[in-house]
């Protein structure tokens, strides 16, 4: 019994599941159906609306022509009451009647023209303003698109003076970086001085370079000083010598004579 309870355990559920996918089915279907319904009654409304509409134009086309046929009808009895000069004078008159309408109607037509051509010129008018303007306006895009060209040159110079900037700076650089390098090991390389601990800065190596310069400087100042005190012992042994070898002559010729 267990076994048999527990085998219709997963089946009660499946159908479960089935009629409640079923009643959803028909849940969505009667939802479509009230949608189906009510679109109907709505297209049924319109066309009775359009129904009831067709047959009042219907009603009133219909008065209309009962009415035209009772005025042909009258004019018929009157024209056959009439004689033949009654019926000539009211032609005549319906003829008048007739040209001063087709008169007034030229006369309108005429003001009608005279406003279209008015009209006309207005937009001829405008379309000559306009086109003129797209002109204009093509001309400043030309010179739009032409100065554009020209920054875009100019910034491509600038672009290739600043890259050739950077190279000679990088150049320079390098050189001022060589020559730093050559302060350094002239400042450092005599004998006594002591390698720097840390790197040096700028400030520090161009007072090494003026220590250099002026050692060098007091150097030849010194060379110079010692040359001319050199030159000065030379030219007083020259003129001390004529003086001596004159004494050594005098005291020959004393010995001579004595």
């Known amino acids: 019994m267990e076994a048999e309870g527990g085998s219709q355990g997963p089946a009660l559920t499946e159908i479960v599941g089935q009629l409640r996918q079923e009643l959803r089915k028909a849940k969505d279907d009667h939802n479509m159906a009230i949608g189906a319904i009510s679109s109907l009654q709505r297209q049924i409304e319109i066309q009775e609306s359009e129904l009831r509409r067709i047959r009042s134009e219907k009603d009133l086309l219909q008065r209309q022509l009962r009415e035209r046929e009772a005025q042909i009808k009258a004019m018929c009895d009157k024209f056959c009451r009439l004689t033949d000069e009654q019926r000539q004078e009211q032609i005549t008159v319906m003829m008048e009647e007739e040209n001063l309408n087709l008169q007034q109607v030229v006369t309108e037509q005429e003001s009608q023209l005279a406003e279209q051509s008015k009209l006309i010129s207005e937009l001829q008018e405008t379309i000559s303003q306009l086109r003129a303007e797209a002109v204009t306006t093509r001309l400043q895009l030309l010179k ?89 012992h030379s030219s007083d042994s020259c003129t001390a010598s004529p003086a001596t070898g004159k004494r050594r002559n005098s005291s020959k010729e004393k010995g001579s004579d004595g």
Do not use: C, W, Y
């Open 144 to 232: 739009h698109k032409q100065a554009h060209k020209e920054i875009q040159g100019q910034a491509e110079a600038l672009q290739h003076k600043e890259l050739q900037t950077r190279v000679a700076l990088e150049h320079i650089s390098s050189k001022f970086e060589r020559f730093r390098n050559k302060i350094i090991q002239a400042a450092f390389s005599v004998e006594g001085s002591r390698d720097p601990v840390a790197e040096l800065t700028d400030d520090e190596v161009l007072e090494a370079m003026q220590k250099i310069i002026n050692e060098r400087t007091e150097f030849r100042r010194k060379l110079k000083n010692k040359g001319s005190k050199v030159s000065l």
